[in-house]
């Protein structure tokens, strides 16, 4: 029996609708409503399209939508001294950078300039460590959604075999995190690790996020498991006609889907998770500066 699809797109779109009853809750009672600051920088075809949808939902959401849109070649402290702007605004509650940012800048010198309490990316280091403490601060928006998508297929994580393929600062490393909150035995591998599917073969979640197309095979995945592909890669589609591409993940899907108990499709799984769970993190970052309580909504 085919497994169970996992729509993410249906749940952020309920997410999406909680949250923004909560903003338009807040704007009566107080007059504000959190502001979403978005910097690109340069002309990256799929970073434009990001921050456009980012911006759509934003707006959606009834929150202020900033973007600032950058030359490739701006210098690096032209860009910290736009973020330094942007930390004195009581106005913006939010700064995310699009990644990733040209050569000539430093990233890591980049996240680091957001004041930790406006880094709804969640990757400031501030951030990070309170993630890895099991303390309470912003966690970058996919694995947060991954999370959710998780929690809603399996009402109890505690004791499961959580096996996270990828250890990126982005996904692999705060899913763990996340994951081991939810009192999982996690294992985090990546391309390299040595018998890779009889590991993955262990796994009653298992989250693919390496960035390579399909390379999670039918014959790894535990019959009756949870599959959650973070993966979205392009590839060539002749079927389509020439010079066509269609969207892939990490996982071979027709024929996973086959053993799993349920798995997310690529596209319409954990990608629509991701802004809206940036909305939320917004959302909390505009309670906290303001001495709100923040929200719980349940979806």
């Known amino acids: 029996m085919p497994a169970n699809l996992i729509d993410g797109k249906e749940y952020a779109t309920r997410l999406r609708v909680g949250i923004a009853k909560e903003v338009e809750r807040l704007k009566k009672l107080h007059d504000l409503k959190p502001g979403l600051a978005v910097l690109l920088v340069g002309n990256d075809p799929a970073s434009e399209i990001y921050v456009r949808n980012k911006g759509i939902h934003t707006k959606e959401a009834g929150m202020e939508s900033l973007e ?132 993955c073969l262990s796994a009653d979640i298992l989250v693919a996020a390496v960035g390579r197309p399909e390379m999670v095979k039918a014959d790894w995945i535990k019959p009756g498991s949870v599959v959650i592909d973070v993966g979205v890669n392009r590839i060539p589609a002749p079927e389509k006609g020439e010079g066509k591409n269609k969207l892939v993940g990490d996982v071979e899907f027709e024929k996973a889907r086959e053993i799993a108990d349920a798995i997310t499709p690529v596209p319409g799984g954990v990608g629509p998770m991701t802004i809206a769970c940036l909305l939320l993190n917004t959302l909390h970052a505009f309670c906290v500066q303001n001495g709100f309580e923040k929200p719980d909504i349940r979806v």
């Open 68 to 199: 600032f849109r950058l030359p490739a070649e701006t210098p690096e402290k032209e860009l910290l001294a736009k973020i330094d702007d942007l930390n004195k605004d009581p106005n913006v509650n939010g700064i995310l950078v699009q990644l990733p940012i040209p050569s000539h800048m430093s990233q890591q010198r980049v996240i680091e300039t957001i004041l930790p309490e406006k880094d709804v990316d969640g990757l400031h280091p501030i951030n990070v460590g309170y993630l890895v403490s099991g303390l309470d601060g912003f966690v970058p928006c996919t694995p947060k959604g991954a999370t959710m998508l998780i929690k809603n297929s399996i009402k109890d994580l505690t004791g499961k075999n959580a096996v996270i393929i990828g250890r990126s600062n982005l996904v692999g490393k705060p899913m763990a995190q996340l994951l081991l909150k939810e009192h999982c035995t996690v294992t985090i591998c990546h391309s390299r690790t040595d018998n890779l599917q009889k590991v």
